[in-house]
C-alpha cells in the first residue's frame, strides 16, 4: 500500500489536503469538509480501493482552534485489508443554526446512520441530509451537547423525587458547599 500513495495523491489531488502512511496498513487522509461524499463514492465505488466499511466514526473538540471539530472516520477494505482513516476539520459559524455541517454517509454505508447519531448527539456535529438525526444517548429535552468542551461539567438540570409531593421534581442546579474542616488522623503517629 504504501508504493500507492503517488496514485492516491493523483486520483484525489483535489480532495486531500495532506496524506501521511503509517505501519501495518494504515493511512490518514485529510480531506476538504465539503468533498467528504464525493470521496467516499469513490472510495466504495472503485476497484482500485474497494473500501465496503465505515468501522468508526468519532470526533474531538479543539476549542481554541478556528477549526474546531476534528471528525475521523474509519474505513475498512475487506478485499484489500487495509484501513483508510479520513479526518474532517470542521469550522464552527455562529450565524449557522449548528454551526458548519457535514455531508451524511449515511446513505452509502449502514453503520453511519447510529454513529452520525451518536456524534450529533453529545458534540453538535450537525450531518445534513441524515433521514434521522434525533437524540439517542441524552434525554429528548436535553439543551447543549455533553462532550463539547464549554459544557458545565454539572449540567443545567437536576432530576429528584420530591417525598412530600410524590413526584419527580426538574430543577436548576444549585452548587452551594460549605467550607469544611477535615481532621485527618495519622496511623502511623508521625505528624506530617
Partial sequence: MKHNLGLYLKIF???I???QYFDYNELYIYIIVIRIYEFSILCKSSLLF???SLVDLGAIDWIWRIHRF???YNFYSFFYNYRVLVILDVPVFFSYLYGLGIESLSKLFNSANWLERETWDLFGVYFFHHADLR???TDYGFTGFP???DFPISGYKELRYDDTYKIIVSEKIKLMQEYRVFHFINPWGVDL
Fill in 135 to 137: 437524540r439517542i444517548l
Fill in 70 to 72: 476534528s471528525v475521523y
Fill in 17 to 19: 489536503n495532506k496524506i
Fill in 13 to 15: 489531488k483535489s480532495y
Fill in 50 to 52: 474497494k473500501i465496503n
Fill in 147 to 149: 462532550f463539547r468542551k
